[in-house]
């Protein structure tokens, strides 16, 4: 199993610092994310530039925010800039921040995925000129006010690499299984390895089978929160992360339409998800943190002293996950984790 680091998205200047604080310790990636603030590739490419040998994920890149060309070009750009580091994350976020921030139709997420990664890799594989005419994109576009002038055109670069891994991040059955079909790796955010045989292995078998088997290489890269304390104070770490879990399954989408209320109700926590979630609509956020479940924390994340951290990164070793992508600012819980993984 090898491990990653996902950056947050405050004090770039501490981050860089952690990321080179990862490579040392033998991490195998850094992932950088974007929201509606800062972008992913930016400080991608600063850690690339300070950086010799970890590899350079984006998790995830928002598919509304950049035409699949667009995110394809930046791809090979990164990729030629590091030396052929790049990890290549996709999302299609959710119907708030695509049509609220990025002013596109929300759409049939599945379809739009499918066409992206299709048209990133002909572009990436640079064999012919780019045309692609689907449901979401039409390449060279031939619909109302075109001017027929149009062309296909093939990247003027030459990217390094014409296999660039693209991973998806998905919660959803249908986008998990999307993600073994089409993809090079998968990006579950909030993971339980007690839960992943009934809740994603099926999902990712049904991939499988669409693709003709799995494929050597693919990995599982799982997002998860780490909080370094002595074992007496494993509540501590605990309430340090229930801000997170709240903000996710309360507030990360609109009522009857929020994916991780839906991921902590395939759990088996269904009655706490909507208490969380009402809480949180309703403004009252202190309540909605308090109503979190330690449980629930405990299945998803890594807290505590080092024996019970070391309990639960065998937990999900044992389920088969290959990268352990850690969402810690503890640079003793870097070193720890590099240690036991080791």
């Known amino acids: 199993m090898r491990l990653g680091l996902q950056l947050g998205y405050d004090d770039p200047a501490f981050w860089v610092g952690l990321a080179e604080e990862a490579e040392r310790c033998g991490f195998d990636s850094v992932w950088t994310s974007e929201a509606y603030g800062s972008d992913a590739v930016s400080p991608l490419a600063w850690i690339g530039g300070r950086t010799e040998r970890i590899k350079l994920g984006t998790a995830i890149m928002q598919m509304p925010a950049r035409s699949p060309a667009t995110t394809a070009a ?19 976020s959710g119907p708030q921040v695509a049509e609220g921030w990025h002013g596109q139709a929300w759409g049939k997420p599945l379809t739009r995925t499918r066409e992206y990664v299709e048209i990133v890799r002909t572009i990436l594989r640079r064999e012919e000129p780019l045309e692609h005419h689907g ?58 390895p007690e839960r992943f045989a009934e809740t994603h292995l099926p999902m990712l078998e049904e991939g499988f089978a669409r693709r003709g088997g799995r494929p050597g290489g693919w990995d599982l890269a799982a997002h998860v929160p780490v909080v370094l304390t002595d074992d007496a104070d494993v509540q501590v770490a605990r309430d340090f992360l229930k801000p997170l879990l709240a903000l996710y399954v309360g507030g990360m989408g609109a009522k009857g339409q929020n994916f991780y209320t839906r991921l902590a109700e395939r759990y088996g926590y269904a009655d706490a998800a909507a208490t969380v979630q009402n809480l949180y609509l309703a403004g009252k956020k202190n309540d909605a943190i308090a109503a979190v479940p330690d ?48």
């Open 74 to 92: 930046t791809a090979a750009t990164l990729d030629l800039l590091s030396g052929g580091r790049t990890l290549l994350g996709l999302g299609t």
């Open 135 to 192: 449901e979401h994109y039409d390449i060279p576009y031939t619909g109302d006010g075109a001017t027929g002038l149009g062309k296909p055109l093939k990247i003027i670069v030459h990217p390094p690499r014409a296999d660039v891994p693209i991973y998806l991040a998905a919660i959803g059955p249908k986008n998990v299984a999307l993600a073994a079909e089409i993809a090079d790796g998968w990006l579950p955010i909030f993971f339980s």
């Open 295 to 342: 449980a629930l924390v405990d299945e998803v994340a890594l807290v505590g002293g080092r024996d019970r951290i070391a309990e639960r990164v065998a937990a999900f070793r044992d389920c088969g996950v290959t990268t352990l992508v850690l969402q810690a600012r503890q640079p003793e819980a870097l070193r720890l984790l590099a240690e036991l993984v080791a």
